[in-house]
């Protein structure tokens, strides 16, 4: 619930509005039950207890890379499922990467959160814990968070808005719309959508390739839509919004990485105000794909057309936390071959 809704949930129990604002301020301090609000009456936490619950995950495995402090968690959600968070530090501050779904639809071949499909989404409040409880379990105060986790946040549209809204509350963590990223495999809908809203938000739209036979190999969602269309509706987003959209591209050795790719991909983009992120491609199990050795080349090739071009640093390697390793897991660990020590 956001304030408001809880001040009608409150008034409708014959109470006073400020109770919603004092139970707001509870819950974003990560208690766990009523019995901890010791400012609201005996009788009225009763009451809460009866009437209501508070979620909140339960760490099954904590995991602190040594080569750089990345954390990854693997959180056991109140049905059983879980899902992974990472909290990477970097100098400016400490970042969440936090997932929106158990499992993911969009199947593409590179990644692992896609094995073994969606299960459910997140709701608002099992996105929000993810913040909440990896600051709190850490100690270290998170400034930005990036919907790059598992899942597609545009496949689950309104809890995503609702999450971003209570993230942003001002009652609440009060995390600032341009502290927050979100990617997308490109859901051309939901992004016209998502322009309309207007939000300071930095979208990153998962390109990995700008024709489309390779981008359709690698990327499903690609089949219906296309890359054109694609970049279509990303020059309309920025026109909306005025927010510049970072493109993530990994690269996949023999597959993506041609000097004719970043010249077509650097056609593509001209005019457009954007930034390329290139990713070298983290290894997943069972995957036959394998990291391009041509990073820097390519890099080269889009900066020489003038691309704004960056390559992402590789976090959390020794703990699969890197992109594209979170996977789904149940709580016996059937759904991941690969273990971590
Ligand atoms: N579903 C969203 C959110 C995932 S974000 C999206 O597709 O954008 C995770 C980012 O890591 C995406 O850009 C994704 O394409 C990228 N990624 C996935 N698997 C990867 C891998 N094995 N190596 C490097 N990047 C990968």
Known sequence: MNLSEMETFFSE????KFRAKQVFVWLHRGVTSFEEMTNLSKPLRRELEERCYITAPEVMRKQ???????????WKLRDGNCIETVLMSYQHGNTVCISCEVGCAMGCAFC??????????????????????TQMDSGRPISN???????????????????????NAPEGLNIGMRHISLSTCGLTKRMEQLAEENLQLTLSVSLHAPDDETRSKIMPVNRSVGVENLLAACRRYFEKTGRRIS???????????????AELLANRLKGMPSHVNLIPLNEVSDSPLRPSKRVRQFQRKLEERGVNVTVRRRLGGDIDASCGQLRRK????????????
């Open 13 to 16: 129990l014959g109470q006073p």
């Open 64 to 74: 602190v890379s040594r080569l750089d402090g990345t954390i990854k968690y693997l």
């Open 112 to 133: 692992a959160s896609t094995v073994g499909g969606l299960v459910r989404r997140l709701t608002p409040s099992e996105m929000l814990d993810q913040v909440l409880f």
């Open 145 to 167: 968070i990036v919907l790059m986790g598992i899942g597609e946040p545009l496949d689950n549209y309104d809890t995503v808005l609702r999450f971003l809204e209570l993230v």
């Open 247 to 261: 493109y993530e591209y990994a690269m996949i050795d023999g597959v993506n990485d041609a000097d004719w790719q």
């Open 330 to 341: 149940t709580v016996e660990g059937s759904a991941s071959k690969k273990t971590n020590g």
